[in-house]
Each structure stands twice: as C-alpha cells, then as structure tokens.
C-alpha cells in the first residue's frame, strides 16, 4: 500500500489555505493511516507505512488533511467505512444514537408533538426511530453518505442534529452548508464534535481524537466553528466542549432565553 495507490493527494511542503477561514496553514504533525482515536481499550491495528500529514491553521487554529480531498464516497467507504470500521468505533451502531436520542428527548421532549427533526450524517437510522418510537412528529435521517438516506429530505426543520459528524468531512463548511439549507428560521442546530484543548500544542497529532482509521480528519476549535457557522449569519455556543448549539433565531418556546442573548 503506498499514498499513490491509495489516491492520496501527494504532499506539499507550502501552506495550504485553511478550508474554514483561508488562514495560511503550514504543516503540523504526521501519523500513519492506520492510526485510529484512543479508545480505552482500542485495538491498534499495525503501521501501514502510509503517512498522514495534517495542517493547522495559524488563524484559528483548525486541524485538517487534505490528503483525502480528491477521494470519492466510495474509495473512503473501501479504506475508512468498510467492514473493520467498526472495531474502531464500535458506538456507532446502537449505543451513541440510543444515547443521543436520550439526550433529545430530555431537552426537547415537552415540545416533540409539534417537531420535526433532521438528522445529519447519522448514517443508519437508529436515532431517529428512537425519536419516532417516542413521539417526535418527525424525525427524518440525512446522509450522502449512504445511499438509503443520501436524498434531502424535503421541507424545513425545527431541529437538525449532527453527532460525531463534522471531524469526519474533508471539506466541513459543504457540510454546514447542507445543514442551515434545511433548518427552518426560527430554529436551531444541535451537534457534537470535540474541540481541541487550551492546551492542545502539548500533545500535537498525538491527542486522542485524531485519527485517519476512525475518519477524523477535521478537528475544529471553539474559534474555528465560530467562524464556520458565521458565514451563515449563525453563532454557536459551546453547551460542553464536544456539544453545541447553533442557530440564528431560536424559537420563543424553548426558553433558551439565556442563549439567545
Ligand atoms: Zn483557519
């Protein structure tokens, strides 16, 4: 296996634009394909010999790789979302969604009757069928990833939600962008990616949510999704430093008055 036989875009010692804000992003850290995040417990397949160059931007800080912008669905299904996949997130399936949905319904549940909920890039439709099972009005799954779910669906949402999605794009505003095409105004996204830590130069490609064989190849800091969502006239606040909200109106009968500021 070499980065030319993978399709890999080869490597350039000049800094590349940031793809959130253009900002000169010179080279960071390298790891081996094969790297997956550090899961307590988690198996470490062997070295490759493939390398995996990522970039940080000076502006805001965003970690990224473009050696995997010129693959197609299929080829990141063959190398990253195929059948071994799962070892190395084996929340995937049922237990994250499960839990999401639990999650939901606690902060949303006294107003499903009336909901309707997108989710995006969930890729099986677990998390919404929990939503359905409990009484959402709507709960709709979206991802072009999978053919199944890869057509939007139509119409405007109260809610969209987007779990472990965004670490995993090589191109995230795209992302983003298909995300506020489908939130109704007013409305609001609800979505997880972890940030990077204060302190994140400490540990480099080393910190554990970076990782090609787990599909992490977009790590965002609190700056870099601010700026991100912002091209949309959105502001996102951080309800923890994996969880978040954003949205440019919210509406009245949440009671977020506190967010909204
Ligand atoms: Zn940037």
């Not at 609800?190 to 994140?200: A, E, G, I, N, R």
Request: proline share 7%; charged share 20%; net charge negative.
């Amino acid at each position: 296996m070499s980065s030319n036989h993978l399709g890999l875009r080869p490597i350039s010692a000049a800094a590349l634009s940031c793809k959130i804000c253009a900002g000169p992003s010179a080279l960071y850290g390298v790891v081996d394909i094969n790297r997956p995040c550090e899961i307590a417990g988690g198996v470490q397949p062997p070295l490759s010999g493939v390398p995996i160059y990522y970039r940080r931007c000076a502006a805001c800080g965003f970690l990224f790789t473009d050696a995997f912008d010129d693959w197609s669905e299929e080829q990141f299904k063959t190398h990253i979302y195929n059948d071994g996949y799962g070892v190395f997130d084996p929340d995937y399936q049922t237990r994250r969604p499960n839990n999401n949905a639990l999650t939901v319904s606690g902060l949303w549940g006294q107003h499903k009757a009336g909901m309707r909920v997108l989710d995006f890039g969930g890729g099986n439709d677990m998390f919404c069928a929990a939503l359905r099972a409990t009484g959402f009005l709507e709960a709709v799954t979206y991802d072009p990833m999978v053919p199944e779910f890869a057509r939007r669906p139509h119409g405007k949402f109260d809610l969209v939600t987007c779990f472990e999605t965004l670490e995993h794009l090589p191109d995230p505003l795209t992302g983003i962008a298909r995300m506020v095409d489908c939130i109704a105004e007013p409305g609001a996204v609800f979505y997880s990616t972890l940030t990077q830590p204060v302190d994140f130069d400490r540990y480099g490609v080393s910190w554990w949510y970076v990782g090609p064989r787990n599909g992490h190849i977009s790590i965002f800091t609190k700056q870099a999704l601010e700026l991100a969502w912002a091209r949309h006239g959105f502001r996102t606040f951080a309800l923890n430093e994996g969880t978040h909200l954003a949205f440019r109106t919210l509406p009245k009968s949440w009671g977020l008055v506190t967010l909204q500021g």
